[in-house]
Each structure stands twice: as C-alpha cells, then as structure tokens.
C-alpha cells in the first residue's frame, strides 16, 4: 500500500479517506499521517500521541484498508511491511 518513500499526499489522502469512513473525530488527521509515517520508517512525532489514540488510530487505519476495499495484493504488501517492522523492532513471536 504504501512504501518508505510514499508521498505524503498519498497518505493525506488515504488518511481523510478513513477520516470520512469512520468520523473525522475518531481519526486524528495529523496524528494518523504521523503513525503512518513512523511505520514505514520514517521520523514522526508521534511520542506525545495518547496510547488510546495510538492504539485507535492503529485499528482504524487497519480497518480502512478492508472499508475502502484495497486489493489483495495492497493488503499483503501492507502486512508484509508490518511483519518487517515488528522484526526490525526485535518482536519475535512464539513458533507452534
């Protein structure tokens, strides 16, 4: 969906796309291109965003992705980014 080097337009974009999908309240446009940002790398100020609102922005922004009917192939690259950054983070989950 979106790579490192993404235009932040793209982002604003996607991000008032979830703001109009779930109420311009509940999503946080700054905060949200902000988490955004630091997931696929880049610097952000997202130190000072409330967990909560981290947490919900997370979710949404998540959700945004089935609402607004991303193709399977965006989805993957979308999750293929996320396992990367939880690696890179050092997370290494419990094989069964």
Request: charged share 30%; proline share 5%.
């Amino acid at each position: 969906m979106f790579r490192p080097d993404s235009d932040l337009r793209e982002i604003t974009a996607f991000v008032a796309e979830v703001r109009a999908a779930f109420g311009a309240g509940n999503v946080p446009a700054l905060e949200a291109e902000a988490i955004i940002r630091e997931s696929l790398g880049e610097e952000a100020p997202v130190d000072d965003i409330d967990g909560d609102v981290y947490f919900t922005i997370k979710v949404l922004v998540i959700c945004g992705v089935d609402v607004l009917k991303y193709t399977e192939p965006q989805i993957d690259e979308l999750l293929v980014a996320a396992e990367r950054q939880v690696a890179a983070e050092g997370y290494r989950p419990a094989t069964l």
